[in-house]
């Protein structure tokens, strides 16, 4: 079972950088595929981005063009470099890994982003 430990959250004013890390631990890296979702009071997760061991990556259309999503598949790390942040980006980030073989979604603990106006 893979075990998730993001960091890198925090507070920044609109149109800064903010950039989020995930290490997993416990696993195959490759047999997952690694994603950042995002949730705020009152809504339900959403995507944010995510990337496939090969490589492919999908963006949800408002982060497009701002936000990259990386991992390292040797170091068993993604990230998500955040720029021109809006105040809407503001949420609670968690990494996911989503297990190929049995579909099963593991889920780390959390990061709060706040972007102030």
């Known amino acids: 079972q893979v075990q998730l430990a993001e960091s890198g959250g925090g507070l920044v004013q609109a149109g800064g950088s903010l950039r989020l890390s995930c290490a997993a631990t416990g696993t195959t890296f490759t047999l997952y595929v690694i994603g950042w979702y995002r949730q705020t009071p009152g809504n339900e997760r959403e995507m944010v981005a995510v990337a496939t061991s090969g490589g492919s990556t999908n963006y949800a259309d408002s982060v497009k063009g701002r936000f990259h999503i990386s991992r390292d598949n040797l170091k068993g790390t993604v990230s998500l470099q955040m720029d021109m942040l809006k105040p809407e980006d503001t949420g609670t980030y968690y990494c996911?890994?989503?297990?190929?073989?049995?579909?099963?979604?593991?889920w780390g603990q959390g990061t709060q982003v706040t972007v102030s106006s």
């Open positions: 996911n890994a989503h297990y190929l073989v049995d579909r099963q979604d593991y």
